[in-house]
């Protein structure tokens, strides 16, 4: 399986300040078929996963602006340019290339 | 707006088998471009991947756990099925069951539900 490590693995920040989480895969994730599937999930407490990010950039539907993904290869960053207070939560990069898909631990976004 | 809801016993005896059910609204179990899927997290861990199932029949386990489940369907009722049999202590977590668009990209979940496993 390939192994998505996740740093840092906890992050506390400062409200209206950027952060920054990175997964890196043990293999690339670009697909025979052209696309990475590279996906960034919040989980908020308390609350089921949902989708922010996939095919390493593309922001789904009600996601706010200041979420942006990045990246390429087997290196890819989640960046939040002012985090919120309903930002806190647990971020996992996913990868869908090679079955099975396979997460990241999660980093833990808090508030200083 | 599509929904996913998990239900079963949230209480199995180890060695038995765990059975749990998702039932799809606002959606078409049988739309060709998704697959259906199970993904769980033990009490304080990480999202593992189990398996999944398309309308057509086709289905996918993660290799670790392939000799103990099945995945399957019943579009009649717009459910989806999982069996996870000779479970142990390892086997607690919340099990979600997800919508996946095809390569594992998941792009809606349930709301996930608790299964333990004990005597």
């Known amino acids: 399986d390939v192994v998505m490590t996740q740093s840092p693995l906890s992050l506390p920040v400062t409200l209206g300040q950027p952060a920054s989480i990175s997964c890196r895969s043990s293999?690339?994730?670009?697909?025979?078929?052209?696309?990475?599937?590279l996906i960034w999930f919040q989980q908020r407490p308390g609350q089921s996963p949902r989708r922010l990010i996939y095919?390493?950039?593309n922001r789904d539907s009600g996601v706010p602006d200041r979420f942006s993904g990045s990246g390429s290869g087997t290196d890819f960053t989640l960046k939040i340019s002012r985090v919120e207070a309903e930002d806190v939560g647990i971020y996992y990069c996913?990868?869908?290339?090679?079955?099975?898909?396979?997460f990241g631990q999660g980093t833990k976004v808090e508030i200083k | 707006q599509l929904q996913l809801q998990e239900s079963g016993p949230g209480l199995v005896k180890p060695s038995e088998t765990l059975s749990l059910t998702c039932t799809v609204f606002?959606?078409?179990?049988?739309?060709?471009?998704?697959?259906w899927g199970w993904v769980r997290q033990p009490p304080g861990k990480g999202l593992e991947w189990i398996g999944s199932?398309?309308?057509?029949?086709?289905?996918y386990y993660t290799p670790s756990l392939r000799s103990r489940v099945t995945v399957s369907l019943d579009t009649s009722k717009s459910q989806y099925s999982l069996k996870l049999n000779s479970v142990t202590a390892a086997d607690t977590a919340v099990y979600y069951c997800?919508?996946?668009?095809?390569?594992?990209?998941?792009?809606?979940w349930g709301q996930g539900t608790l299964v333990t496993i004990s005597s």
């Open positions: 606002g959606g078409s179990i049988t739309s060709r471009g998704y697959y």
């Open positions: 199932i398309h309308y057509s029949g086709s289905t």
């Open positions: 095919k390493v950039s």
């Open positions: 997800a919508r996946d668009q095809g390569n594992f990209e998941i792009d809606s």
């Open positions: 996913m990868q869908g290339t090679h079955g099975p898909g396979t």
């Open positions: 293999q690339s994730l670009v697909h025979s078929d052209g696309n990475t599937y």
